[in-house]
């Protein structure tokens, strides 16, 4: 008898969220060895609905409707009347992020009541993120699959957002299977996203919730070394349950690298959120425009995606103040197809990972198959960091402009002296990391369903 997977992700194909690949491939990757693969996800748009339904690459997946919600535009619209930095306001040269007016004890010390009040309702709202009308849907379809007569071997629930692993423990208790919590980011990043909307309720309803995930969760999967060594030192009954496999790279690597004749090509292909301060980067380019060095003369940045404005910069304004029009430009997003050629053809890949400690973006492995040179912009102790130095992926450096000016000079060097004789990077790509996804899904869920599971 077939093995059947219930998975669970609010992203998943079609969807462009970077995270609905590795659920993504994980379905095929599952189906592909012989089980029955049933997915709980974010109902998309008509078309996109049209399209992940026309293909059974991916199992059957079970589409639920997000409500958009009654308090979160009221809570955005609240958000959003604070002050804003002017356009001559930018960041200093060590790249240092804007602090935020609500946080630091000279803040909490003269907090009004009003203040106070505005906190907690944001913290209100916050509470579970903001799909609460998905995560209610969801647990009534989990009633009817199990009314239904639904059986499965396995549960994997995927974040973000961590509100899904909310789902997968009740999958577990109505099922009465083994379960895998996806960790891929840490579950509470609140603080960093929004220190607007914390609270003491707040802090000790989701430290409950994370806690209680580790300790019914027959598996935990997490993507960084340092985020396994800290899940295992705060909580050292799920030591052993921790399993480290990496997001991958998709495809087959492109081998053939463009020549350096024309000038050196640095390319940035997704968002500037959160903390990825680009202004650094921008002022090391100009310098390296004034430097005497041929081949840094020539170097150019492109950026492709949401990159106009960070945190309220407007960011071509600056390029235009800076006379660097012709050093770094700004694209819209394109279709994969032309992102495909314009990442094959770039010599420097710049990859923003600032102020992540236990991160890795997933475009940390995606990079990885293409020829250029991976420039990832983090700090020193960062699971970036750690991941490239100890396996030679490519080069890191401080979001500060001097390190910046060097790192640049080294990437350089290191592109030019490129033999083709390089280690493998297969150990990096999607399907080997899914073999280990298959091996641990296989290992933990039973040969064949234990007393009718679920029945």
Same mark, same amino acid.
């Given at each position: ?36 693969? @049933? ?68 803040? @909490? ?9 505005? /906190? ?25 699959? #199990? ?68 300790? *019914? ?38 081998? @053939? ?18 903390? #990825? ?35 309220? *910069? ?10 660097? $029009?012709?050093?770094?430009?700004? *694209? ?14 770039? *010599? ?49 450096? @401080? ?13 350089? /060097?290191?592109?030019?002296? /490129? ?6 990077? $297969? ?29």
């Amino acid at each position: 008898m077939k093995k059947r997977v219930l998975l669970i992700s609010y992203h998943f194909y079609p969807d462009r969220a970077v995270g609905a690949k590795r659920t993504t491939q994980l379905a095929e990757s599952l189906q592909n060895e012989g089980w029955i693969v @049933e997915t709980i996800t974010r109902k998309l748009t008509q078309p996109e609905e049209a399209k992940r339904q026309s293909t059974e690459s991916y199992g059957t997946v079970y589409s639920l409707y997000q409500h958009p919600g009654i308090v979160d535009p009221l809570w955005r619209k609240i958000k959003g009347s604070g002050n804003h930095p002017s356009d001559n306001d930018y960041p200093a040269d060590s790249g240092a992020e804007p602090t935020n007016p609500d946080s630091g004890k000279d803040a @909490e010390v003269s907090e009004s009541l009003l203040q106070k009040s505005k /906190r907690y309702l944001f913290s209100l709202q916050a509470l579970l993120d903001a799909n609460k009308s998905w995560l209610f849907l969801s647990f009534l379809y989990l009633v009817y699959l #199990r009314l239904r007569g639904q059986q499965y071997d396995l549960v994997i629930s995927s974040s973000p957002p961590a509100s899904v692993h909310l789902v997968g423990l009740l999958a577990k208790a109505i099922f009465g299977c083994k379960w895998i919590a996806d960790v891929r980011d840490p579950l509470n990043l609140w603080h960093e996203v929004s220190p607007g909307s914390n609270s003491m309720m707040r802090e000790k309803i989701e430290a409950w919730l994370e806690d209680t995930y580790y300790k *019914h969760a027959d598996a935990l999967v997490v993507t960084t070394n340092p985020l396994k060594d800290r899940i295992s030192e705060d909580i050292p009954r799920a030591s052993e349950k921790v399993n480290l496999i990496y997001n991958g790279y998709d495809g087959i690597r492109v081998e @053939e690298r463009p020549r350096t004749d024309g000038g050196v090509k640095m390319v940035f292909a997704g968002s500037l959120y959160m903390n #990825r301060n680009p202004f650094p980067l921008f002022k090391a380019i100009k310098r390296l425009g004034e430097s005497t060095d041929d081949i840094s003369q020539n170097v150019r940045l492109d950026l492709y995606g949401d990159c106009q404005y960070w945190n309220g *910069h407007d960011l071509s304004k600056w390029i235009t103040e800076n006379n660097l $029009e012709g050093k770094i430009q700004i *694209h819209s997003f394109v279709d994969s197809e032309n992102l495909e050629k314009i990442l094959s053809g770039a *010599h420097i890949l710049v990859n923003f990972a600032q102020n992540q400690p236990l991160q890795i973006p997933a475009k940390t492995f995606e990079y990885l198959r293409y020829p250029a040179i991976s420039l990832a912009i983090t700090d020193s102790d960062s699971a970036v960091s750690r991941l490239m130095s100890d396996h030679g992926l490519g080069v890191n450096s @401080e979001n500060s402009e001097d390190k910046l000016l060097d790192a640049i000079r080294i990437a350089i /060097r290191k592109f030019d002296e /490129r033999d083709g004789s390089e280690n493998s990077l $297969e150990e990096f790509s999607r399907n080997h990391q899914n073999s280990k996804y298959l091996e641990l899904a296989t290992n933990l869920s039973p040969t064949s369903r234990e007393a009718n599971c679920g029945s």
